[in-house]
């Protein structure tokens, strides 16, 4: 009760991988010399193999939303006609970007906990063939839904329309085969399944997306990708890279390709199942049961108690961090992350707290009842078979 080790258990930043933290410790680098480049190209080339990709793989120095804004500005013209899929406040900022931008915008709309059907899609495109992109997120953390992608993208790539996804808490956490699937430009972060700190963004970009790239007309500056290309060819950034950051993410690349990306995925896809069955196991509600992702699980917080109430008493009694519901879901739902450096002990003690702090607010629970449907999870997966789990 007196030492209290920090858990971060957002959906970003999430947990960070300790090597990748040391390596930052040589980051007095100067980034126009032969060891920047060789670092940059090698990073480069670890990011493309762990995306699984052969498209070209660019790193921005800004959040994940500046990769978002440069996939607007660099591959579109004004008055464009384009599809946002909007399921939570990040489908939302889609929208404020194709608005700011000058975009011609249809709004797929669907309520917070839910997703936009590819049948939607597929309609909207068929409604308007001159649309020019489609814009969507694989993982919408605001609400724990993912997208189906993989069919968006079966239909949008039959079409002109360039396929836009927001892969930021994606990557690491659902299958995605860039290529394979046809996904035109595909946007990551480094302080979500990457395990490093906030200061980076990266994005996939297909053939497909270059040439339109040629008769795009809007603004950008900073964000000129194809300026970036073209230094990156020569192992170097347009601007002053974050070099402390690009040797974090160096290390941390290594680590997952040494796990390799599909138990990356698996372990997140793990996490979020034994969390379900443990809320579900102590008389919770998910938020969103139908298409439920891997990055985040939301839970809808007990009758007449504030979610807020319960992300304080993780922080004040156990200095445990997890996120409140954003927008109109903030006081009704708490959510709890599944990427980054984050194993089966932590979510052990994650569902042991939440136990401990609904019983203290008045929703009884039987303790060890959570903890026991994420154990059996764990001794499913790890022993692998079944009848010989009795938790």
């Avoid at 669907?110 to 597929?122: H, I, K, M, S």
């Avoid at 970036?228 to 974050?242: D, F, H």
Wanted: hydrophobic share 45%.
């Amino acid at each position: 009760m007196h030492i209290r080790k920090q858990r971060l258990l957002t959906p970003g930043p999430t947990p960070l991988y300790p090597p990748a933290l040391q390596a930052m410790m040589a980051s007095d680098l100067h980034h126009r010399t032969e060891d920047f480049r060789k670092l940059y190209r090698s990073t480069l080339s670890s990011l493309k193999e762990v995306m699984g990709t052969e498209n070209d793989v660019l790193i921005l120095v800004s959040s994940g939303t500046g990769a978002m804004e440069s996939s607007a500005s660099n591959f579109f013209s004004k008055g464009d006609k384009v599809i946002v899929c909007s399921a939570g406040k990040f489908g939302e900022r889609w929208g404020e970007i194709a608005k700011a931008y000058g975009l011609n915008a249809t709004i797929l709309k669907a309520e917070y906990g839910q997703v936009v059907p590819p049948e939607q899609v597929q309609a909207a495109l068929d409604a308007e063939p001159a649309t020019r992109g489609v814009f969507v997120q694989a993982s919408e953390t605001s609400t724990g839904a993912a997208h189906d992608v993989r069919s968006m993208a079966s239909i949008v790539s039959k079409t002109d329309a360039l396929f836009v996804v927001d892969a930021i808490t994606g990557l690491g956490t659902m299958p995605l085969d860039i290529d394979g699937w046809g996904m035109d430009i595909v946007i990551g972060g480094s302080q979500k399944a990457f395990m490093i700190p906030p200061g980076l963004a990266f994005l996939s970009i297909s053939k497909k997306a270059w040439a339109r790239a040629e008769s795009a007309d809007l603004p950008h500056y900073y964000f000129d990708l194809t300026k970036e290309k073209k230094n990156a060819g020569s192992g170097e950034s347009s601007w002053t890279p974050n070099t402390s950051l690009i040797l974090a993410l160096n290390a941390a690349l290594e680590y997952i390709k040494s796990v390799g990306m599909d138990k990356l995925v698996e372990n997140a896809q793990l996490l979020a199942r034994g969390t379900r069955e443990a809320v579900m196991a102590l008389g919770l509600d998910l938020f969103a049961p139908g298409s439920p992702g891997s990055s985040v699980t939301s839970v809808r917080a007990p009758k007449n108690l504030d979610s807020g109430v319960i992300v304080k008493e993780f922080r004040n009694r156990f200095n445990s961090i997890i996120a409140n519901g954003q927008g109109s879901m903030k006081g009704k739902i708490f959510r709890i992350a599944h990427l980054g450096y984050f194993d089966f002990a932590d979510l052990f003690a994650v569902i042991s707290e939440l136990e401990i702090i609904l019983n203290a607010n008045g929703f009884p629970v039987e303790f060890g009842k959570g903890v026991a449907a994420v154990q059996k999870v764990y001794a499913e997966s790890a022993v692998g078979n079944q009848e010989a789990v009795k938790v």
